[in-house]
């Protein structure tokens, strides 16, 4: 019989030597091990067993090197993006390469809040050389959207170039790029995403309108109440609340004699937590009852839509697009410092039928 482990037990001074036993052990063993040591960590304050699940990064099975890159999205360790860019660079399997650019987009995110220009640049220039040599239009999409958190023409020309496709993946991933890059001047192309055929990108330019957009862009928004996907009438609730004020709080009231149960609770839970941000003194606002709610979510499998995050927006639908109205390509003007200034200069074409080194 094998020498069960006890986490309580294990520290630094004994990280080698626990790799080395669950080494030993059955790839499925090793996997179930991993998330009780990820489950553990979680649970135990001050508990940091970072060092030793990042041992199996290189290890042979595709899942178990998915399930530790998915586990580095937690680190703030510095020495984190230097993992990251070499996953992104070196993994074969889609999934995991994916997952890391992602998880890459975080760290963009963080460098953009924080202001850290040398490691902006350092990211930009990475992700844009990736852009130019991967050859999955996934994993360009991917990058597209993780590294357009950062304002730079390149970028812009680079949103453009996807949003004129005829694939509805790209355009996607162009809808998806402007909500992270928060300048106002894509909010005339999300506006006109938002009736779009593809219901994935309908619910992707109505979160990322709600980003840039206020509460003029709250009528815009509410239609999509009434669409036929419920995502997307989901994604309209979240678009409401991230937009808050007097008005998005009425509109979420209002949603209460909503026939969908699952917009009834979504909707409730955004009030809750709109109100809570305001401060106000009341029993509703409990963190308990928001708790409540939220798992009364999570029981019934809907996804709560707290996080715009690039890859986990394509776990809605997305990922995966098609195409409506899209701006002609010799829009784009290699001479012209910001592709979409001059929008309305070009005429809209008939409807198409179909992110520390």
Known sequence: MKKQLDFSKINYETFEETYKHILRMKEEEI??????????????????FETLILMFLEHKNDQIRLLVTKYMSKSSDLSTIRRIKKIII?????????????????WISYYVEKNKTKEIKKS???????????????????????ISFINNNKIDKLIMKKYSSKKNEDINSSIISMGNNGNTKWIPLLEDNLDHNYSVIRTNSC?????????EHLDQ??????????????????????????????????LRFSS??????????KLLEIKA???????????????????????????????????????????????TSFI??????????????????????????????
Do not use: C, H
Request: zero cysteines.
């Open 31 to 48: 996997i179930l091990t991993i998330e009780k040591l990820i489950s553990y960590e979680e649970e135990k304050k001050g508990v940091d």
């Open 90 to 106: 070196n993994e074969k399997k889609a999934e995991i390469r994916n997952q890391a650019i992602n998880i890459f987009g975080i």
């Open 124 to 146: 930009l220039d990475f992700g844009l050389d990736f852009i130019n040599n991967s050859k999955s239009d996934e994993s360009q999409n991917m990058m597209l959207q993780s």
């Open 207 to 215: 979160i990322s309108l709600s980003y840039l957009g206020n509460e």
């Open 221 to 254: 928004i509410k239609d999509l109440l009434e669409d036929e996907e419920l995502e997307t009438q989901k994604a309209a609730v979240l678009g409401i609340s991230n937009i808050s004020g007097v008005y998005a709080k009425s509109l979420l009231e209002q």
């Open 260 to 269: 969908e149960p699952e917009i009834v609770q979504l909707s409730k839970i």
């Open 277 to 323: 941000d305001e401060g106000l003194d009341s029993s509703d606002t409990s963190e308990s009852e928001i708790e409540e709610e939220e798992d009364n979510l999570k029981n019934k499998n809907i996804s709560d839509f707290d996080e715009y995050n690039a890859a986990e927006i394509e776990g809605w639908g997305s990922l995966n697009p098609d195409g």
């Open 328 to 357: 002609a390509p010799d829009a784009v003007d290699d001479d012209i410092d910001d592709p979409i200034k001059s929008l309305a200069d070009y005429e809209k074409p008939i409807d198409q039928p179909r992110i520390d080194d």
